[in-house]
């Protein structure tokens, strides 16, 4: 005892130039710095998990959206093929002369057995019988459940508010994508920990699957959050590609004169042989968009498949029927290219089914890492020990 002090004193009265300093444990830089991105990584799971699961879970539906819309719409999509179909303008005459507005918009049936789906200027869609211009149904959102779910997933029914919860939730998931590569890279540096999974006992069960599934989707899952997050910015994104491009989207061209819908003077079925004869080689045209304005031209969209990726627009004059432009796909601007590109890599129509069955899977994964995560991290109960009887 009485060594020990006179120790502590003689080492407070040497002085400091001659202290023999204690070197730092090895590694102490590394393990600090692994503490602090597991806290980043731990925080982000609990504040952005939440609203980012949902939009996995609305993201895993709208995979497939084509499909499970034409399902909930099937009661008044299908028709029964009788001779042949009515013309494109006298399909469209009856339309508006039933209703009462103009058309805006004329997407074609898909095979014999399927109806036209037309919207007029109040913004109602319409599925019309081809064969004999009869209306099945009409409403305001043809689709109920699939654009809820597409209205939730873009913005939580909160407007512009819940798109920058999207916004922010999409950066707390590259976050943890980030960070927890980071720490699966820190500890493990065998080849056989990247795909090993131990599965007893269970801690160490949960503990592989959230590391090894974590890392092998972490780069996919973090590029799909991120194109939302582009996209939910909207405008400031747009912007912001067309300064680091230094190009501007692509132009719809202009007529010189206004045209009146009473003026207009071509035929449907020529105008769709020399479109399609502009176009490449497997494209078919999909759909048509009438003017708004009394100065712009008749679109017609163009796919090479009803996945609606990628499109061709022609633009055609209804005064005389003309082709004025053509643009292909591939003579986009840089900017409009990333636009759209970004886009399709986003929704995974980029390149088929394929591509949107891995988004599909991906979208799950995120569901297990929180399962797995939440298992190692909630408080471990202790059992209480049994009483012993006093003997």
Wanted: aromatic letters at 12%.
């Amino acid at each position: 005892m009485w060594s020990a002090r006179v120790k502590s004193a003689s080492l407070l009265n040497t002085p400091s130039s001659s202290r023999r300093v204690v070197p730092r444990p090895r590694g102490f830089r590394g393990r600090k710095l692994r503490r602090w991105v597991n806290r980043i990584h731990l925080w982000a799971a609990v504040i952005g998990s939440v609203p980012a699961l949902l939009l996995c879970l609305t993201g895993l539906i709208l995979v497939f959206e084509s499909e499970l819309q034409a399902f909930e719409e099937r009661a008044y999509t299908s028709v029964t093929s009788i001779g042949e179909p009515l013309g494109i303008a006298e399909l469209v005459h009856r339309v508006e002369t039933a209703v009462g507005e103009p058309a805006t918009y004329l997407a074609l049936p898909p095979s014999p057995e399927s109806a036209a789906l037309l919207r007029t200027a109040d913004r109602t869609y319409h599925f019309v019988n081809p064969y004999n211009g009869e209306i099945l149904n009409s409403d305001k959102r043809p689709a109920i459940i699939m654009g809820a779910v597409r209205v939730f997933h873009t913005s939580f029914f909160a407007g512009e508010f819940g798109t920058w919860v999207g916004v922010v939730s999409s950066c707390f998931l590259v976050a943890l994508c980030g960070t927890g590569c980071f720490l699966f890279l820190k500890r493990r540096l065998q080849l056989s920990s990247f795909y090993r999974v131990r599965w007893s006992p269970i801690n160490r069960r949960h503990y592989d699957l959230h590391a090894v599934v974590g890392f092998a989707t972490a780069i996919p899952i973090a590029l799909i959050a991120l194109s939302g997050a582009l996209i939910g910015l909207g405008a400031t994104w747009q912007d912001l590609i067309k300064y680091l491009t230094n190009t501007e989207f692509m132009k719809r061209p202009v007529l010189e004169s206004g045209v009146d819908r009473s003026d207009w003077d071509f035929d449907y079925a020529e105008v769709m042989a020399r479109v399609e004869a502009t176009a490449p080689k497997g494209m078919f045209i999909h759909s048509i968009i009438y003017p708004s304005a009394p100065k712009r031209p008749i679109y017609f969209r163009l796919l090479y498949d009803w996945a609606q990726r990628p499109a061709s627009w022609a633009f055609v004059d209804p005064r005389n029927g003309e082709v004025m432009e053509f643009h292909h796909h591939w003579d986009y601007p840089s900017g409009h290219l990333i636009h759209r590109l970004n886009r399709g890599f986003h929704s995974g129509e980029l390149y088929g089914n394929i591509m949107r069955w891995i988004w599909f899977a991906l979208m799950v994964v995120p569901f297990v890492l929180a399962y797995t995560g939440y298992r190692q991290w909630r408080p471990k109960r202790h059992k209480p020990k049994p009483k012993l009887n006093k003997t």
